[in-house]
């Protein structure tokens, strides 16, 4: 079995622990990374071994499965809402949305899509 994809959009303080846990499990492959400060993607990538893409090439990325979205609070639902647009899960740090509305929305966008939608601290 091949492991799965993930690109993540993020790379600040708490993407450190995401990258190093990613590592330890078979299941899951950092292939990406992307954040609006490109400067950072390209550090964490150089760091770990990835591409350091731009958040629209990644979302685009066909080999990305699931986006891992560390992206600040505030964002988190506009960059949920792209990924699952472009067919990928999402796994958001916490929390999942700063509002309940945002929430459901995500929810029901991901259903519809047939993807899935996750949320918890590193």
């Given at each position: 079995?091949?492991?799965?994809?993930?690109?993540?959009?993020?790379?600040?303080?708490?993407?450190?622990?995401?990258?190093?846990?990613?590592?330890?499990?078979?299941?899951?492959?950092?292939?990406?990374?992307?954040?609006i400060?490109?400067?950072?993607?390209?550090?964490?990538?150089?760091?770990?071994?990835?591409?350091?893409?731009?958040?629209?090439?990644?979302?685009?990325?066909?080999?990305?499965?699931?986006?891992?979205?560390?992206?600040?609070?505030?964002?988190?639902?506009?960059?949920?809402?792209?990924?699952?647009?472009?067919?990928?899960?999402?796994?958001?740090?916490?929390?999942?949305?700063?509002?309940?509305?945002?929430?459901?929305?995500?929810?029901?966008?991901?259903?519809?899509?047939?993807?899935?939608?996750g949320?918890?601290?590193?």
């Amino acid at each position: 079995m091949s492991a799965t994809k993930v690109g993540i959009i993020g790379c600040g303080n708490i993407s450190g622990i995401y990258f190093q846990a990613g590592k330890t499990f078979e299941a899951i492959e950092i292939v990406a990374c992307a954040d609006i400060m490109k400067e950072r993607a390209v550090a964490k990538a150089e760091e770990h071994g990835c591409k350091a893409l731009g958040v629209e090439e990644l979302l685009a990325d066909s080999e990305i499965d699931i986006v891992m979205n560390l992206t600040i609070p505030i964002a988190h639902a506009e960059v949920a809402f792209k990924a699952i647009e472009a067919g990928k899960s999402v796994h958001n740090e916490k929390p999942l949305a700063i509002s309940r509305e945002d929430g459901k929305k995500m929810l029901d966008m991901a259903k519809a899509k047939g993807v899935r939608v996750g949320c918890a601290p590193d």
